[in-house]
């Protein structure tokens, strides 16, 4: 069993950046991928970013390509979301997600395919 803590949200002017961390425990967390999504209020999640289990691969959603990185340290069992230029529209609570099955195509974008979650951390981005 693998639980997931986020930390590192709270309230920023437009333009301007966060960094959230995401620490694991419980499990082996370099054999995971992990992913970030988030839900503002009234919407579904959706996909931010993700990383494969060795940090050699990233993806992302196009509404953040560009101005989020993710990475990972598998040494500190945490991976990282570094929000720059950040928008109104980036407003939510955003959840970290890690998940052993990523030899699926497309496995980073789906709810589905994460097996754990943490429990979100807001992000508010004031205009």
């Known amino acids: 069993q693998v639980q997931l803590v986020e930390s590192g949200g709270g309230l920023v002017q437009a333009g301007g950046s966060l960094r959230l961390s995401c620490a694991a425990s419980?499990?082996?967390?370099?054999?995971?991928?992990m992913g970030w999504f988030r839900q503002a209020p009234g919407k579904e999640r959706e996909f931010v970013a993700a990383?494969?289990?060795?940090?050699?691969?990233?993806y992302y959603a196009d509404s953040v390509k560009g101005r989020f990185t993710i990475s990972r340290d598998n040494a500190k069992n945490t991976v990282y979301l570094q929000m720059n230029s950040l928008k109104p529209e980036d407003t939510a609570v955003y959840y970290c997600?890690?998940?052993?099955?990523?030899?699926?195509?497309?496995?980073?974008?789906?709810?589905?395919?994460?097996?754990?979650w943490g429990q979100g951390t807001q992000v508010t981005v004031s205009s």
């Open positions: 997600a890690a998940t052993g099955r990523t030899y699926t195509v497309g496995w980073f974008r789906r709810v589905g395919t994460y097996d754990y």
């Open positions: 419980g499990g082996t967390f370099s054999s995971y991928g």
């Open positions: 990383i494969s289990w060795s940090g050699g691969t990233t």
